[in-house]
Every structure is written in C-alpha cells, then in structure tokens.
C-alpha cells in the first residue's frame, strides 16, 4: 500500500537559517508525483511544490527546493533563509498510483511537521 | 480569484442531525474532491468526482454521501450526524489527470470546521 511518512511531528528554526523536513513515500509505481503543501494557522492549504518520479532535476520553487532521492524514496523539503511567516504545518502528499491511460488523481497525505520561526 | 469555496465556515450539530456542505470551484476543474482533517492523522480522502455526474469513494467514505450535479459544485452529505465527524473538512479541486505525470495541482478550499456534539 502507498504511504506518506513525516517523523518529525515539530521543528524549531531560527530566522534567516535553512531547514530541511523530512518525507518518505512507499509505493511500487514508477510513475507518481510528490508535493509539499503548508496549512498557516488560518487552516487553508497552499501549494509548495511538485516533483514527479521521472524529474531528473530537484524542483525548486523560490525559497522551497524538494531534495528528491528516489532510491531513498525519500522527498525532503528544504526551506532556505526561513522567515517569521514560515511558521506552518508542512504535509508532504503523493499522488496516488496511475493506471495506465487515465489517473483519478487521488493524494495521500502525510500526517505534517509543525514548523516553529524563531526571531 | 475565488478559486475554490467552502459554506459554511463553521457549523455545530446535534448527534443525528444532517447538513450538507457545498463546494463550488469557478476554474472549470473536472475533478473535485473532498477531504477531511483530524489532529495527527494529516488529511484523509472521503469522497471524489472525475466529472459532472460522477462520485467515486476514497478512504474513509461511511457515513457520507455526496453529489456533483453540475461541474462547479460538489456537495458532501451528513444524514445522520455523529460525534467521530467532528473535524475539519476541506474541498479541493485539480485538472483531469489524463497526463500521469502532470502537476494536477489540487486547489483548497479555506475549510469548514464541524462539531458534532
């Protein structure tokens, strides 16, 4: 069965450092795509970044790059020069498992790491 | 730049009382989705459409029904309320996922945080 694993439940981070949080999938597709979403204490869901499994390149997106280790199977976030505004829940979410010629699109999330900016 | 809109916000029930959510998502996406959220156990699939007319079940679908009578809207049921769903639940809706390896970024709805008491 896929699944999403994030074994840090919080992290702390002081303002202008980089963090890294961590994020292993399990699944036996070769095909499938994995993003990082940030729910703010507002609640709602905002989009970070994608990576798909045949991506040679980490994709990076501003301050946010996702360190992807397919052997690893591993889909590590990192956030550089971390800012006040920063402070969130982080999920890393997959997409589940393509059948050929079509895709329901379905994510599985992670359970998320609180992410705690210190001035 | 409405995206993706959840009613209502919050909304407190007697056990076995029914509501309906309503999500209504105006960038002309063909799949909807709904999603529920519980302290630690990050977002959990309910219920999804691929299209107008169309419901399929995720992972945690009992007690729930929905219906997707028109491509913006997609409506998530409670016949009969229960404690255990109380939480946060959140809409979201993407592009057809014909590409396997497309983006499909799923698009939230701000939440509708629901007691059942």
């Known amino acids: 069965a896929q699944k999403i694993t994030q074994t840090q439940p919080g992290m702390f981070v002081q303002e202008k450092e980089a963090v890294t949080l961590d994020c292993t999938y399990d699944?036996?597709?070769?095909?499938?795509?994995l993003f990082w979403y940030k729910q703010p204490s507002s609640g709602e869901m905002i989009f970070l970044i994608y990576?798909?499994?045949?991506?040679?390149q980490n994709a990076t997106e501003g301050r946010y790059s996702l360190n992807f280790q397919k052997a690893r199977k591993s889909a590590n976030l990192v956030i550089s020069a971390s800012q006040l505004g920063d402070s969130a829940m982080y999920f890393c979410?997959?997409?589940?498992?393509?059948?050929?010629?079509?895709?329901?699109?379905?994510?599985?999330f992670g359970t998320g790491t609180l992410l705690a900016v210190q001035p | 730049n409405a995206g993706v809109t959840q009613t209502p916000k919050f909304r407190v029930l007697k056990t076995g009382q029914s509501m309906t959510l309503l999500c209504a998502q105006d960038?002309?996406?063909?799949?909807m989705y709904w999603y529920r959220q519980d302290p630690g156990m990050g977002l959990r699939l309910i219920h999804y459409?691929?299209?107008?007319?169309?419901?399929a079940k995720g992972e945690v679908p009992d007690g729930y029904n929905v219906s997707r009578l028109k491509k913006q809207n997609f409506l998530l049921g409670l016949e009969s309320a229960a404690p255990s769903q109380t939480s946060v639940y959140f809409c979201?809706?993407?592009?057809?996922?014909?590409?396997?390896?497309?983006?499909?970024?799923?698009?939230f709805g701000a939440g509708t945080r629901l007691s059942v008491l």
């Open positions: 979201a809706s993407s592009y057809e996922g014909g590409q396997p390896l497309a983006k499909n970024i799923q698009y």
């Open positions: 979410a997959m997409r589940e498992g393509v059948i050929y010629g079509g895709a329901t699109n379905k994510l599985i």
């Open positions: 699944t036996s597709d070769q095909s499938y795509g």
């Open positions: 960038m002309n996406h063909e799949y």
């Open positions: 459409s691929v299209g107008e007319g169309t419901t």
């Open positions: 990576q798909g499994s045949y991506d040679e």
